[in-house]
């Protein structure tokens, strides 16, 4: 099993749906955890950290289910821009030294 | 100013041959990565240093030497390339907090395309 999995789409929605994407991770150590994005042909930029309480910014909102080794996140009004690989990455462990794991990404269309 | 630069942006070469990709960067960060993004997208951990020593080493073959230095510059060799070589190298810092843990955002250079042929 690989240590974080999502499925890779593609997503193709319209402008101003809502979609929403999981990532699981088997680590039930893993401290931290994060979305990123990326472009086509892009380096990966920190999106959001996920928090065990959820949070939100924005349109996008990221949660935590730490029971079910699963975090999510949800994008409302989608838009033209939205259009980007989303990577969930795991940081398994508090301490120093971890290594950030990336799931291999889905992949998200938003077309007019 | 570019945080994280990599260099050079384009790489192709024959099978066989020596190549390095430098990065540096900043951002005064502690901690330094490579990672390896292949066709499929699935973006690896191949090393990771800290103040210029090695403290991931990913499984890789040893064909793949790191070189850190310092802790802004952290350079990649790879010796006698290979097609399955062929992927995006990815460069990136972060920074440790005190008491050592670290923030989990990584800050990535514009990636090296590497074409074996």
């Known amino acids: 099993r690989k240590e974080v999995e999502q499925d890779p789409g593609p997503f193709n929605v319209p402008e101003g749906a809502t979609v929403a994407f999981n990532c699981t991770y088997s680590?039930?150590?893993?401290?931290?955890f994060f979305w990123y994005r990326q472009d086509c042909r892009k380096e990966p930029k920190l999106l959001m950290s996920v928090y065990s309480s959820g949070n939100e910014d924005g349109r996008f909102t990221a949660q935590l289910n730490r029971a079910s080794q699963y975090i999510s996140l949800l994008i409302r009004d989608s838009k033209l821009s939205d259009s980007a690989t989303y990577l969930c990455?795991?940081?398994?462990?508090?301490?120093?030294?971890?290594?950030?794991?990336f799931g291999q990404g889905t992949i998200l269309t938003v077309h007019p | 100013d570019t945080a994280v630069s990599q260099t050079p942006k384009y790489l192709v070469t024959q099978m066989g041959n020596d190549k390095s990709i430098k990065c540096e960067q900043n951002l005064g960060h502690d901690t330094m990565y490579w990672y390896k993004q292949d066709s499929k997208k699935f973006l690896k951990i191949m090393f990771s240093?800290?103040?210029?020593?090695?403290?991931i080493n990913e499984t890789v073959p040893n064909r793949f030497s790191p070189k850190s230095p310092d802790k802004a510059h952290l350079n990649l060799h790879i010796n006698s390339l290979e097609l399955g070589d062929s992927a995006v190298y990815f460069c990136a810092s972060s920074q440790e907090l005190a008491g050592g843990s670290d923030t989990g955002e990584l800050f990535f250079g514009e990636g090296s395309r590497l074409t074996v042929l």
């Open positions: 990455a795991v940081w398994p462990r508090g301490t120093s030294y971890g290594k950030l794991t």
């Open positions: 240093y800290n103040n210029k020593e090695l403290i």
């Open positions: 680590n039930s150590a893993s401290q931290s």
